[in-house]
């Protein structure tokens, strides 16, 4: 492949210049304005530097047919000098190219040296030519602007595209177009690609005895889910279920779960401190379940972190729960499981899935936390909208083949 940069005044001469010496499978690679060097820059107006590539082939027969139709003297030492512009210009890339800023002052003094040897009849002629293919290339610039950067969408793959639009994230893409790729049955690839996720993809049953702890950031649906548990737990299989509050500081939290407590008729306590976390825990010691719900905070704060974390360790369980919700942002996931996982959750539940309509969520936070998943959440109503999916079901809802509502 041949790599050129041209200094221009506008767009329309880049374009002239790179169809004329590279040909219109050309592409243009970059465009930014630089100042011309020296004191005389800073007074004069920028200049365009344009990047363009092409493959070597196709540079070869261009320059071959530019050759077989040069019949005058004027046109051959213009080509004469182009080349040589050409030849020396590749030469400063390929030794400086590590130093952008280098580059571009060396090419300036190459094209600058070559503009001096050259008459004014050249000069004159090379205007005119300009002119011409600027004329010529107007019609057509707005549509090769736009086609910048469109080989390498053109070039997914329709199981690429598929996980995509479902909000897969792209690392998770590629390790699975490898993983289609070295699966070397006769399969085909959407075959293959409903086989690795559901590899990537564990729903063991949940243990809901003993002790749960739910912890997350705020606004995830903790509190809400742990109601919608309850209710599970409590009214559809006949156990006994006790509440636990540790989130004192968001307004109306308490209030909110003694109101299902009171509605389910469940043992209910608020903790505000350390001793009162061992008098809640030890005046439900005839609860089959207790369902411990926590103050939401910050991943980034560690000091929240870690306070938060005196309270699960008191609580003196295995069995901790990250409520995540599906509409969060896939950067912000990543740091709010990296942050919580000092807390040793061991499974996760995903929220909020009747709020988005992309489910490739699901398979980012799995394939980050390298968590199982225990419970998704549908919708508000309690104790209804809380579900066990299973693996099938979740891949389904990734490939977007089913939706929640």
């Known amino acids: 492949m041949i790599i050129k940069r041209y200094i221009v005044n506008t767009m329309n001469e880049a374009m002239t210049r790179i169809r004329y010496e590279l040909g219109r499978d050309a592409v243009i690679i970059s465009q930014r304005k630089i100042r011309k060097p020296g004191i005389k820059g800073f007074f004069s107006t920028k200049s365009i530097e344009v990047t363009a590539a092409v ?3 196709v540079n070869e027969k261009k320059q071959n047919t530019i050759n077989d139709n040069s019949n005058s003297r004027n046109s051959n030492e213009l080509n004469n000098i182009e080349i040589n512009s050409i ?3 590749k030469k400063v890339v390929q030794q400086e190219n590590i130093n952008n800023s280098r580059v571009v002052q060396k090419q300036n003094n190459i094209v600058h040296k070559v ?3 050259s008459d004014n009849n050249s000069e004159n002629l090379m205007s005119e030519m300009i002119k011409m293919k600027t004329m010529i290339s107007e019609l057509s610039l707005e549509r090769e602007l736009s086609q910048v950067g469109t080989p390498i969408e053109n070039q997914k793959s329709d199981i690429e595209k598929i996980l995509f639009d479902n909000d897969v994230d792209s690392e998770n893409i590629e390790n699975i177009m490898v993983k289609i790729k070295n699966n070397k049955t006769e399969k085909t690839d959407l075959e293959k690609l409903k086989i690795i996720l559901k590899e990537m993809i564990h729903i063991p049953k949940p243990k809901l005895q003993g002790r749960i702890v739910l912890v997350g950031p705020t606004g995830v649906g903790k509190t809400t889910t742990i109601a919608k548990l309850a209710g599970k737990l409590a009214l559809a299989e006949g156990k006994k279920v006790g509440l636990i509050t540790v989130d004192t500081y ?3 939290a308490v209030e909110q779960l003694k109101t299902y407590a009171d509605i389910m008729n469940l043992p209910f306590k608020v903790v505000y401190n350390m001793n009162d976390m061992d008098k809640a825990i030890e ?6 379940v207790v369902l411990i719900d926590t103050t939401g905070r910050s991943s980034k704060n560690k000091m929240q972190i870690a306070e938060l974390r005196t309270f699960v360790e008191k609580a003196d369980t295995e069995n901790i729960h990250l409520v995540l919700s599906s509409t969060t942002k896939n950067r912000d996931m990543k740091y709010i499981i990296e942050g919580y996982r000092i807390l040793n959750y061991s499974s996760i539940i995903v929220t909020k899935l009747d709020e988005t309509s992309t489910y490739g969520s699901i398979l980012n ?5 390298k968590i199982p998943l225990s419970f998704v959440s ?3 109503n309690v104790p209804d909208d809380i579900k066990e999916l299973s693996a099938d079901s979740i891949v389904s809802l990734i490939l ?3 939706t929640i509502c």
């Open 55 to 57: 493959e070597s082939e």
């Open 87 to 89: 030849e020396a210009i």
């Open 115 to 117: 503009s001096n040897q």
């Open 250 to 252: 968001r307004i109306g």
């Open 283 to 288: 005046s439900m010691s005839e609860c089959e």
């Open 365 to 369: 936070i799995l394939e980050t936390a």
């Open 378 to 380: 549908i919708g508000q």
């Open 400 to 402: 977007g083949e089913d």
